[in-house]
Every structure is written in C-alpha cells, then in structure tokens.
T-cell receptor
C-alpha cells in the first residue's frame, strides 16, 4: 500500500537555526514527490516537484532532496515567516492519485 | 481575486441537512479536485474531474456527490450531512499539460461543522 510518513510532527526553531524535515514514502513506482506549504486558514501552496533519486530543488531558504525512500526539506537560516505546516505528497506511476502526508508544523521563533 | 475561490468559507449545519460547497477557478485548468483535511489524517481525495464530462470517485466518496457545471466550476454536495463530515474541505485545480510541474492550486478552504 502506498504510504507517506512525515517527521517530526512539530518543530520549533530559533531564527537562524537550520534544520531538516523528513518525508518517508512507500509507493509502487514513483512518478513524482511534491512539497507544499500550508499557512493557517489557507490552502496548501505548491513548492517543489522531485522526480528521481538524487534530484534537488531550491527556493530561497528551502532545499528539497530525494532518495529512493525519502525526501528532505532543508531549511537554512529560517525566519519567522517560514512558520507554516509543510506537506509532502507522492504520486505513483500509472495513477492520478496523490498520497499526502500529515505534515510537519514548523514554528520559527524570533 | 483568488485563482481558486471557495464558498462559503465557514458553515455550520445540522445533521440531516443538504449542503453544497462551491468552487470556481480562473486558472483555465481542466482538472479539478475536492479534498477533505482532518487533523492527523492528511488530505484525502473525495472526487475529481478531468473535464466537464468526466467525474470520478476518490478514496472517500461515500456520502458526497459532485457536479461540474462548467470548466471553471465544481461543486461538492453532502446529501444528508452527518457529524463525522465535520472537516476542512479544499478544492484544487491542475492543468493537464503542465500537471505535476506546478502541482495543484488550492482554494482557501471551507470549514464545515455538522452539529
């Protein structure tokens, strides 16, 4: 069964304290792995798509990486405005369906 | 104006009532989706539509129905609401051509409470 597990559930960082969020997945043939950011009271906002092991994508203080079993979202020198819930999703080969993880709630303190 | 607009933003309804959640988009996307978000369960797909004449059930369609009135409009109905349908509902869109490259565009959600 396709599955996505995100850890930790919640993370508190001081401003400037770099860290990583983990997304472990099990899927029959990965078609794509997606990262989204969700702010309170809003819908998820697309960040990255990763397609194959070894691929990396960057946007401002965020960098996403992918292996055959997991993805990491690295946050470098975070700022309070990076506080949000970060969602990971996978899409298996030959399917329309996305499987979402339950997210990591990130709080960055000033 | 938002690319994907959901109405209402919040709704409280009574058990057994029929309720409709509406979604409209200005992205010009052909694919539209309805998701439900519950604490600890993540986003789960209720229904999806790849064009006006194409409607498909997702993983949790029981108790729900949908209508794709136009390319830009996709509504979700709860025929007889029950308390365990209390959740945050999201409409999303994607483009068949660019699809995964840019992910889904989500609306801001409808918070539904069934009492």
């Amino acid at each position: 069964e396709d599955q996505v597990t995100q850890s930790p559930e919640a993370l508190r960082l001081q401003e400037g304290e770099s860290s990583s969020l983990n997304c472990s997945y099990t899927v029959s043939g990965l078609r794509g792995l997606f990262w989204y950011r969700q702010d309170p009271g809003k819908g998820p906002e697309f960040l990255f798509t990763l397609y194959s092991a070894g691929e990396e994508k960057e946007k401002e203080r965020l960098k996403a990486t992918l292996t055959k079993k997991e993805s990491f979202l690295h946050i470098t020198a975070p700022k309070p405005e990076d506080s949000a819930t970060y969602l990971c999703a996978v899409q298996g080969a030959g399917t329309y369906k996305y499987i979402f993880g339950t997210g990591t709630r990130l709080k960055v303190l000033a | 104006d938002a690319d994907v607009t959901q109405t209402p933003r919040n709704r409280i309804t009574k058990t057994g009532k029929r309720i409709m959640l509406e979604c409209s988009q200005t992205k010009g996307h052909d694919r539209m989706y309805w998701y439900r978000q519950d604490p600890g369960l993540g986003l789960r797909l209720i229904y999806y539509s790849f064009d006006v004449k194409d409607i498909n059930k997702g993983e949790i369609s029981d108790g729900y129905s949908v209508s794709r009135q136009a390319q830009a409009k996709f509504s979700l109905s709860l025929e007889s609401a029950i308390p365990n349908q209390t959740a945050l509902y999201f409409c999303a869109t994607s483009d068949r051509e660019t699809g995964d490259l840019y992910g889904y565009t989500f609306g801001s959600g409808t918070r539904l409470t069934v009492v």
